[in-house]
């Protein structure tokens, strides 16, 4: 199974930035998509950014502009840069990786963002 290590969140207020980091216990290059999902207080997780392992890029309407993923294949990492947040944005991030040609899920144990406004 592959594990998932989240850092990087914390309070910010509205405008400003953050960046999350995503480790990962296995070579990100193996992986068939890697990305950051959220979830809010009684809403549900969401997809927030993905890249898969071809490097296509995916990114949810509500933060597209404003957020960038990418990754370190040789650190075996994944970023979320987060810039112009909104209380909006507030919610728990979770890293997460496909693998197994889309028949397996790895999830990290989150990291809290929050944005005051």
């Known amino acids: 199974q592959v594990q998932l290590v989240e850092s990087g969140g914390g309070l910010v207020q509205a405008g400003g930035s953050l960046r999350l980091s995503c480790a990962a216990s296995?070579?990100?290059?193996?992986?068939?998509?890697m990305g950051w999902y959220r979830q809010a207080p009684g809403k549900q997780r969401e997809l927030v950014a993905e890249?898969?392992?071809?490097?296509?890029?995916n990114y949810a309407d509500s933060v597209k502009g404003r957020f960038t993923i990418s990754r370190d294949i040789v650190k075996n990492a994944v970023y979320l840069q987060m810039n112009s947040l909104k209380s909006e944005d507030t919610a728990v991030y979770y890293c997460?990786?496909?693998?197994?040609?889309?028949?397996?899920?790895?999830w990290g144990q989150g990291t809290q963002v929050t944005v005051s406004s």
């Open positions: 890249i898969t392992s071809g490097g296509r890029l």
């Open positions: 296995v070579s990100i290059s193996s992986l068939n998509v």
């Open positions: 997460s990786a496909g693998y197994g040609s889309g028949l397996f899920r790895s």
